[in-house]
């Protein structure tokens, strides 16, 4: 499992790497034409702004999978043993239901509302669509890492309870 894991996180690292670099010529592409050549490019704006959406939130997935996210960790860090790993798997559990409803079922809803109703990018004339498709695609993947740090924390709690079962 923890290769699986490794090769996601060596996947969405390059991945962002080439968002992030292409954001960067799309953005020094912009400037050159808009002050160099006086003649700005139409569609750089608009596909900036969707690279940014998927840095963002692709950035995110592979942020909870390093355990690096924004958190209150005060009473994680006050509490040892059995209590720490319980807080653990709570915490994981939240995040699970939260991926679920919001990323991923309300993502995919959001995906198949603007491929239904044919919404489009102004500019790239790509369906909007694949822009929001971000959202699921980011929430399978903490849904993954979150399962995957609760699978440790149970093997942890297994570990410390034969431990104590042998002594």
Do not use: C
Not at 56 to 72: C, E, P, W
Request: zero cysteines; a positive charge; aromatic letters at 12%.
């Amino acid at each position: 499992m923890i290769k699986i894991k490794n090769t996601i996180d060596k996947v969405i690292r390059f991945l962002l790497v080439i968002l992030l670099g292409g954001m960067t010529i799309n953005v020094l592409w912009q400037v050159f034409t808009r002050f160099v050549l006086q003649n700005p490019s139409s569609y750089t704006e608009e596909l900036a702004r969707y690279t940014l959406i998927w840095t963002g939130i692709l950035g995110a997935a592979y942020v909870a999978g390093q355990k690096m996210h924004l958190a209150i960790d005060l009473l994680p860090t006050k509490l040892t043993g059995k209590r720490k790993i319980y807080l653990e798997l709570i915490i994981q559990t939240a995040i699970i239901i939260f991926t679920i409803f919001v990323m991923i079922v309300g993502g995919l809803r959001l995906v198949n509302i603007t491929f239904t109703l044919h919404q489009i990018s102004a500019a790239l004339q790509i369906p909007l669509g694949y822009v929001y498709l971000v959202i699921p695609i980011s929430g399978f993947i903490i849904l993954f890492y979150s399962l995957f740090f609760m699978y440790e924390q149970i093997n942890l709690l297994k570990t410390q309870n034969s431990l104590k079962v042998k002594d």
